[in-house]
C-alpha cells in the first residue's frame, strides 16, 4: 500500500462515518510531515451550515493544530473531487497538494469540470493527484445514493 494509500484509506473511514449520519458520504484528512493534523466528513446537513464539507472541517481543525491559516507543506486527501469552494479554501490555506478519490464529473473543481488549483489568476497552485483508491470511493458513493433512491421510492 502506497503511503497516498494509506492516507486515503483514513479518508474513507471518516467518509462512512459521515454516511452514517445520513450525509453524503465523503471524508478528508489534512497531513504534515506524515502526521494527520486535520479530518473531517461531510455534515452540512447535521450541522445545518453549507459550508461543512469534509475539506473545510478538515482545513479549519488543521489550521487549529498549527495555529496558523496558511499550511505550507500540508496534503490534503478526500475521497471525492472538491467543489469549487473547497478548492478555493484549499488555495488560500496554500495547501502544497491535493489527493482525491473518486472524481466528480458535475462539480469537479480539482480537474473534472474547473481546474480551479491551477488557475492563472490565483496566486497560488495546488499539484493535484486523482483516482487514489477511486473504485472505494465511487462505490461508497454509488451505494449511499442507490439506498437513497430506494427509499424515496417507498
Not at 502506497?2 to 497531513?31: C, N, T, Y
Not at 447535521?46 to 496534503?75: C, F, M, W
Request: overall charge positive; glycine content about 6%; aromatic content about 6%.
Amino acid at each position: 500500500m502506497s503511503q497516498d494509500e494509506f492516507w486515503m484509506s483514513q479518508a474513507l473511514a471518516l467518509a462512512r462515518k459521515a454516511e452514517e449520519h445520513g450525509e453524503i458520504p465523503v471524508g478528508a484528512v489534512v497531513v504534515c510531515q506524515d502526521e494527520v493534523i486535520g479530518k473531517g466528513y461531510n455534515c452540512p446537513i447535521t450541522t445545518q451550515d453549507p459550508t461543512a464539507h469534509a475539506e473545510i472541517i478538515a482545513l479549519r481543525q488543521a489550521a487549529k493544530v498549527l495555529s496558523n491559516y496558511r499550511l505550507p507543506g500540508a496534503v490534503l486527501y478526500v475521497t471525492k473531487e472538491p467543489c469549487v469552494m473547497c478548492v478555493g479554501a484549499m488555495v488560500h490555506a496554500r495547501v502544497q497538494r491535493l489527493v482525491y478519490g473518486a472524481p466528480d464529473p458535475l462539480r469537479g473543481a480539482a480537474g473534472s469540470v474547473l481546474a480551479l488549483h491551477q488557475a492563472s489568476f490565483l496566486n497560488h497552485r495546488i499539484e493535484v493527484m486523482g483516482s487514489v483508491l477511486a473504485q472505494e470511493c465511487v462505490c461508497l458513493l454509488k451505494q449511499f445514493f442507490y439506498q437513497r433512491r430506494r427509499e424515496a421510492a417507498k
